[in-house]
C-alpha cells in the first residue's frame, strides 16, 4: 500500500525461516538529465540482471526478541555495515512498519555481487529482505505493492524484484520489461576501493557545468539499436549501443580504470564499459570461452581486485527455500 492504507493485522504464518536470491545488474545504457530540485538526476537506463546474486535467509525470532532486526554476513565485510543503516535492515523495518507487524526478523546475508561496485548488490539485498519477510511475516504485499516500497528505499531497488531487462525512467525507479533474445556472456573486473554513487554523479554535474554545451534537461532515449540487438540477441550489436553518461565521472574520479577497459578490450571483449557509477568495469564478450580468456587476463594483470564471470539476463528476486 501507499500512503493512507490501513494497516493490516500480521497474519500467523507457519514459516519459520524463507530464503530469497536477487540479482545484480548492469547498466546497458544510462543516459542521465540535468539535476531536479531534488538533487536526483532524470534518467534513462536499461538494466540488465546477472547471475551474481545474493541471498537473504529470513528467520523468525525468539518471543523474547520481538520487533527487532538483526543482520548477519556469513563472511564479515568491514565494508559493509550490519546496523540499521544497511538497506536490507531498512527494508525490512519498512515493510513492518508499512504493514503494521510486531514481528521482528533475524537477515543473514549471503553477498556476491561486488560491494559499492555500481552493480547495486545493496539494493538486492533490499528487494530480497522486502520479498522474504513478506513471506515469513504473511503480510501478503503484492508484487506492485513491494515495488513501491522499493522505490522508497533508493532508484535501483525495484529491479531486482523485476529482474531480466528493463527501461528505467524518472529516477530509474519506473520500469517497463525489454524484450531480451539469447544470453550475454559478461566478466565484472572489480576494484578493492568502491565509488560512492552520490560522488560520482556530483563529479558528472561538476563536468557538465564546465562543458561548453551543459547537460540537456532530459535524458536521452534508448537508442533503436539497443533495443533491436537486444530483440535479436546480437551481443555484438548490443556491444556497440552500450551507453553510460556516468562514465566520464568515473574515469575522471578513477583514471586507472580506463587501462582496465582496454586490457579487456585487447583481451577479447567485444566493449568494456563502467557499470553504473564504477568502479566496477563490464566486459561484454562474443561466447564463454572468450569470458575466459578476459577474465584471466584482467586476474594476471594486477589491475583489478577481482574478475568475475556472470551470464544475463536472469530472473528477478524469488524464494528459493
Ligand atoms: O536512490 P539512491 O539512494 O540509490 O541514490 C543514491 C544517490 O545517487 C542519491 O542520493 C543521488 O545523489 C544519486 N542519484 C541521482 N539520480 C538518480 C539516482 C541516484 O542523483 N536518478
Not at 56 to 83: C, K
Not at 133 to 155: F, H, Q
Not at 231 to 237: E, H, N, P
Request: charged fraction near 15%.
Amino acid at each position: 500500500p501507499g500512503t493512507g492504507a490501513a494497516p493490516r493485522p500480521p497474519r500467523s504464518g507457519s514459516m519459520t525461516k524463507v530464503r530469497v536470491e536477487a540479482p545484480g545488474k548492469v547498466n546497458l545504457f544510462l543516459s542521465a538529465g540535468a539535476p531536479a530540485a531534488d538533487g536526483y538526476h532524470p534518467l534513462t537506463t536499461v538494466f540488465q540482471a546477472v547471475r551474481l546474486i545474493e541471498t537473504v535467509t529470513a528467520r523468525r525470532q525468539a518471543a523474547d526478541l520481538h520487533g527487532t532486526i538483526t543482520l548477519t554476513l556469513d563472511e564479515p565485510d568491514p565494508d559493509v555495515p550490519t546496523d540499521e543503516t544497511n538497506l536490507a535492515v531498512r527494508a525490512a523495518a519498512l515493510l513492518a512498519e508499512t504493514a503494521g507487524v510486531g514481528d521482528g526478523v533475524d537477515l543473514l546475508l549471503r553477498k556476491r555481487v561486488p560491494v559499492a561496485g555500481g552493480m547495486a548488490g545493496g539494493s538486492a539485498d533490499a528487494a530480497a529482505a522486502l520479498l522474504a519477510c513478506n513471506a515469513l511475516w504473511g503480510t501478503g504485499l503484492s508484487l506492485t505493492e513491494l515495488t513501491e516500497l522499493a522505490a522508497r528505499l533508493g532508484a535501483d531497488v525495484p529491479f531486482p524484484l523485476l529482474g531480466a531487462t528493463a527501461v528505467g525512467h524518472g529516477r530509474g525507479d519506473r520500469l517497463t520489461p525489454l524484450m531480451a533474445r539469447g544470453t550475454y556472456h559478461w566478466v565484472f573486473a572489480t576494484a578493492a576501493e568502491g565509488l560512492s554513487t552520490p560522488a560520482v554523479f556530483r563529479r558528472f554535474d561538476e563536468l557538465a557545468e564546465a562543458s561548453p554545451t551543459g547537460v540537456a534537461a532530459a535524458p536521452a532515449e534508448v537508442p533503436a539499436s539497443l533495443t533491436a540487438a537486444l530483440r535479436d540477441g546480437d551481443a555484438a550489436a548490443l556491444a556497440a549501443a552500450l551507453h553510460n553518461d556516468l562514465q566520464a565521472a568515473a574515469l575522471d574520479l578513477r583514471p586507472q580504470l580506463a587501462d582496465v577497459m582496454a586490457l579487456a578490450e585487447s583481451a577479447g571483449a567485444l566493449r568494456a564499459i563502467v557499470s553504473g557509477s564504477g568502479p566496477t568495469i563490464a566486459a561484454l564478450a562474443p561466447d564463454p570461452a572468450a569470458a575466459m580468456r578476459v577474465a584471466n587476463a584482467l586476474n594476471a594483470s594486477g589491475l583489478v581486485a577481482e574478475a568475475l564471470r556472470a551470464d544475463a539476463p536472469v530472473a528477478g528476486a524469488r524464494v528459493v527455500g
